[in-house]
């Protein structure tokens, strides 16, 4: 599954995980994607939608 927003483009960032005595080692965080049905030019199409721009999408549909 890719763990990239078809939307905005969110994707995976990195960081660090920073332990209790301060020793830093490299991590990453995935953006949390849905797949759900989206229509894109006219057409129902399957996409991964990360939950940010989900929720913005149910905001534009009440109004």
């Known amino acids: 599954m890719s763990k990239v927003c078809s939307i905005c483009g969110k994707g995976t960032m990195s960081g660090n995980k920073v ?5 830093k080692t490299r991590r990453s965080w995935t ?3 849905q797949k ?3 229509e894109i ?3 129902v199409r399957n996409a991964y939608v990360c939950t940010r721009c989900l929720r913005t999408m149910k905001k534009a549909d009440k109004e």
Request: hydrophobic share 35%; proline share 0%.
């Open 19 to 23: 332990s209790h005595s301060n020793i």
């Open 31 to 33: 953006a949390n994607v």
């Open 36 to 38: 759900v049905d989206i």
């Open 41 to 43: 030019d006219g057409k």
